[in-house]
């Protein structure tokens, strides 16, 4: 009869570690894909790490937006406190211009993100979540009108 209580604990202690093991590879292999969100004054207070995966999110300064070819473009990520300048060569979104919400995915190089890939507001009702609660911090957020629309 010990024996077989002994073999339990045995069994349960190494399912424990098996498991426990598991779990730490599926974190470790999740942690490559995960991309961090920076404001432009996180940016500044805190650059990333070279090559480091990151997305930036903001508004796109007026003026700011220079197109280089049809499908290439620099443009300035403001949350109201500090910019930060992106390059993007793609597709750029039919909603993407001066004055709305954008989300830039890519990596810093040579002073300035050069995203892979930018996300546009979709429409005058939305804002992303990120933007949104990066303009509150910096004290630029505009608090949306009875219509649901930001001024």
């Known amino acids: 009869m010990r024996l077989a209580k002994r073999q339990r604990l045995v069994f349960v202690v190494v399912s424990l570690l098996m498991i426990g093991c598991a779990v730490a590879m599926m974190l470790n292999a999740m942690q490559d894909y995960v991309t961090y969100f920076y404001s432009p004054s996180d940016l500044v207070a805190?650059?990333?790490?070279?090559?480091?995966?990151?997305?930036?999110?903001?508004?796109?300064?007026?003026?700011?937006?220079?197109?280089?070819?049809?499908?290439?473009?620099?443009?300035?990520?403001?949350?109201?406190?500090?910019?930060?300048?992106?390059?993007?060569?793609?597709?750029?979104?039919?909603?993407?211009k001066e004055g709305q919400g954008v989300i830039a995915t890519g990596t810093m190089a040579e002073g300035m993100v050069q995203a892979r890939e930018i996300l546009a507001k979709h429409d005058e009702n939305y804002m992303p979540p990120e933007v949104a609660k990066a303009l509150k911090k910096s004290g630029h957020w505009k608090e949306p009108n009875a219509l649901g629309a930001t001024p």
């Open 46 to 96: 805190r650059p990333p790490q070279m090559g480091e995966e990151i997305r930036i999110g903001g508004l796109v300064q007026q003026g700011s937006v220079e197109s280089l070819a049809p499908d290439k473009i620099t443009f300035i990520v403001t949350d109201g406190t500090h910019q930060v300048r992106v390059a993007y060569q793609g597709m750029i979104p039919n909603l993407f």
